[in-house]
């Protein structure tokens, strides 16, 4: 499986970006998508998760703020941020684990169940 993120940049607080994550290789089987993401000096936490059913979920602190989706059509998995703060200035990850259920904690993502990851795209809020 192959993760391709793109979309992250420079917005003013308050701003918009849609980040996009372009994936491949993973046949027919069943996989739960998500975002995470990485301050500098913090640890990784995740964003939002999204089933194949299109069922999603999301931390607190962009509840509301973000919504993910994916487009199966296209193999590419979305995250649209509004409303943008400087508190998630971070790298962003996609990531597919292979089950049919997302895992989640306090709506949150659990990193440890994602064996696929693309490699970032910085966004930055100032």
């Known amino acids: 499986v192959q993760l391709v993120e793109s979309g992250g940049g420079s917005v003013q607080a308050g701003g918009s970006l849609r980040l996009s994550c372009e994936f491949s290789?993973?046949?027919?089987?069943?996989?739960?998508l998500a975002w995470f993401r990485q301050a500098p000096g913090k640890e990784r936490e995740g964003v939002a998760s999204v089933e194949d059913d299109g069922s999603s979920t999301y931390a607190d602190s962009v509840k509301g703020r973000f919504t993910i989706s994916q487009d199966n059509a296209k193999n590419t998995l979305y995250l649209q941020m509004n409303s943008l703060k400087p508190e998630d200035t971070a790298m962003y990850y996609c990531a597919a684990a292979p089950m049919r259920i997302c895992r989640v904690e306090s709506g949150r993502p659990v990193s440890t169940d994602f064996d696929y990851w693309g490699q970032g795209t910085q966004v930055t809020v100032s």
């Open positions: 290789g993973y046949g027919s089987y069943h996989y739960c």
